[in-house]
Structures are given as structure tokens and as C-alpha cells.
């Protein structure tokens, strides 16, 4: 199975900051890595597809990169509606697997 | 756009068979995978299993031993049964739409439903 790992696992930041959540595989899953967005007694919503593709909707202040066992997730203003937690998937092989996850607070 | 209800029993006592079923609205039920995934109580996320418009399915193997998924396409539904629960299996279910049939990504999420195991 691959394990996903992700750094830092909280952060506390203010609006305006530029953040980066790093997600890393335990192999190679070249760009099959996703990110959601999960706010408290809510579904995780999808933000980035395929490691760098952002899905409709999305405001493009979220971006992602990264290829092979390293990626990065990256808010490039922080908004008020984005202090949340943050979760990284890899759907190189099954069993799909998520990263533990970062949240980010309010400094 | 696609959406997802959920629905089953919250409350479960150790050793019975926790049922979910999820309605699937808009789109077509043959393109794509349909997940569930859940999340204990202030923890991350467990895909559970997946399965497709003609029935087939991959498991987590953490699970493979108690948990099956099926489909109605005549209802355009999708179920989750996971057998012989434990405290272990209290989380929050969701059921959940892959991109496409070829892709992991899940873009369409049920509403969530907790369920707890306790005697």
C-alpha cells in the first residue's frame, strides 16, 4: 500500500498569507494526486486534480505541483473562507490512500 | 451536476451489519466509480471500496473481509454493507462520485452520515 505523509500537520496563519502544504507518497505515483478541502461536519470538496489541474469552480488562488513522491499545495492570498483542513489522495494503485491531513487556523 | 443523498442506520451495536445506500441524481450512472470513504471522529479519511455500473468491485483489504458493495443501476443507487462492526467502524460515511472511469479523483460528495457502534 502506499502511505501519504503531509508537513506541516497544523499551521496557523493570517489573511493575506501565501501557504504551502507539502504531501508526500512512500512511492513513485507520478501525478495522480489530488487535494480537497474540509471544513468542520462538512464533505471534503475537491480543489486540485491530477497533482496541478484545478477543478471548476475553484478560485485560482489554490494551486498545486509536484510529480513522482513530492507535491505542494499552495494558497496564494489566504482568505477567510480558507481556514479549514487539508487533505492530499493518491490514486496511483489501490488501495487509494489520504494524506493525516493539515489544518490550518486562524494566528 | 451530480448529487449524492445518503441514507441508513446511525446507531449500530457491536457485531451487527452497518447498511448505507446512496442515491445517485443527474448524470449517468455508467461513467464512473462510486466510492465510500469515511472518517472517525476527528481523524482523516478511509476509502472503503468502490464499485461500478456492472458490479465490479475493489475493496480496501483493511476491510475486504467484512464489506461489500453493491449497485442498483434500475434505482440509481449504491450501497455499503460492512458486517460484524466494532467500536472501531464509528466514523462518519460518505459516499462518493469518482471524475470519470478512468480517474481516483472524487468530485461529487454525499452529505455524510454518522454511525456509531456502541453496546
Redesign the interface.
Known sequence: DIQMTQSPSSLSTSVGDRVTITCQASQDITTYLNWYQQKPGKAPKLLIYDASNLERGVPSRFSGSGSGTSFTLTISSLQPDDFATYYCQQYRSLPYSFGPGTRLDIK | QVQLQQWGAGLLKPSETLSLTCAVYGGSFSDYYWTWIRQPPGK????IGEVNHSGTS?????LKSRVTISVDMSKNQFSLKLNSVTAADTAVY?C?KT?GFW?????S????MLVTVSS
Open positions: 482523516g479519511l478511509e476509502w475493489n475493496y480496501n483489504p483493511s460518505f462518493a471524475g480517474t481516483g479523483y472524487f468530485d460528495w454525499g452529505q455524510g
